[in-house]
C-alpha cells in the first residue's frame, strides 16, 4: 500500500527534549559565567557588561539574583517558541555556542592568566 499522508515537517523541527536541554544548558553556563565572573572580579578583573556592572555595584548577591533571572527567563520564553519559529530555534541555538565561547574564555582567564 501506498503511503498517502502528506510529508511532514517534524524532521525540520527541534524535538521537545533537545529545547528542554538547550534551556537546562543556557542556565547552567549562565551560573558558571556568573560564578567565574564573581572569581575574576575578585582576582582584579572588571566587568564589561554595563548592566551586569551596575548589578555588581548592588553586591554579589543581587548581581547573581539580576544575572539568573534575566538568563532564565529569556531561555525559558525561547524555549517556549523554539518549536514553532524557526529563527527562535537558531537564537537558543546560537546563545548556547556564545555562552559555550565564554565558558571557554572563562576557564582559560581562571587557570593560565596569573592575578595581577
Given at each position: 500500500?501506498e503511503d498517502?499522508?502528506?510529508?511532514?515537517?517534524?524532521?525540520s523541527?527541534?524535538?521537545?527534549?533537545?529545547?528542554?536541554?538547550t534551556?537546562a544548558?543556557?542556565?547552567?553556563?549562565?551560573?558558571?559565567?556568573?560564578?567565574?565572573?564573581?572569581?575574576?572580579?575578585?582576582?582584579?578583573?572588571?566587568?564589561?557588561?554595563?548592566?551586569?556592572?551596575?548589578?555588581?555595584l548592588?553586591g554579589?548577591?543581587?548581581?547573581?539574583?539580576?544575572?539568573?533571572s534575566?538568563?532564565?527567563?529569556?531561555?525559558?520564553?525561547?524555549?517556549?517558541?523554539a518549536?514553532?519559529?524557526?529563527?527562535?530555534?537558531?537564537?537558543?541555538?546560537?546563545?548556547?555556542?556564545?555562552?559555550?565561547?565564554?565558558?571557554?574564555?572563562?576557564?582559560?582567564?581562571?587557570?593560565?592568566?596569573?592575578?595581577?
Amino acid at each position: 500500500m501506498e503511503d498517502r499522508r502528506p510529508p511532514s515537517d517534524s524532521r525540520s523541527r527541534p524535538r521537545v527534549p533537545l529545547i528542554c536541554l538547550t534551556v537546562a544548558y543556557l542556565i547552567v553556563t549562565n551560573l558558571f559565567d556568573a560564578w567565574a565572573t564573581l572569581t575574576l572580579i575578585e582576582r582584579g578583573a572588571e566587568e564589561s557588561n554595563p548592566l551586569m556592572h551596575a548589578a555588581l555595584l548592588m553586591g554579589p548577591e543581587r548581581f547573581l539574583l539580576i544575572k539568573m533571572s534575566l538568563v532564565m527567563l529569556s531561555a525559558m520564553l525561547l524555549g517556549l517558541y523554539a518549536r514553532r519559529v524557526r529563527w527562535v530555534w537558531y537564537s537558543l541555538v546560537t546563545l548556547a555556542v556564545a555562552f559555550s565561547l565564554l565558558l571557554t574564555f572563562h576557564v582559560y582567564l581562571i587557570c593560565f592568566v596569573p592575578p595581577p
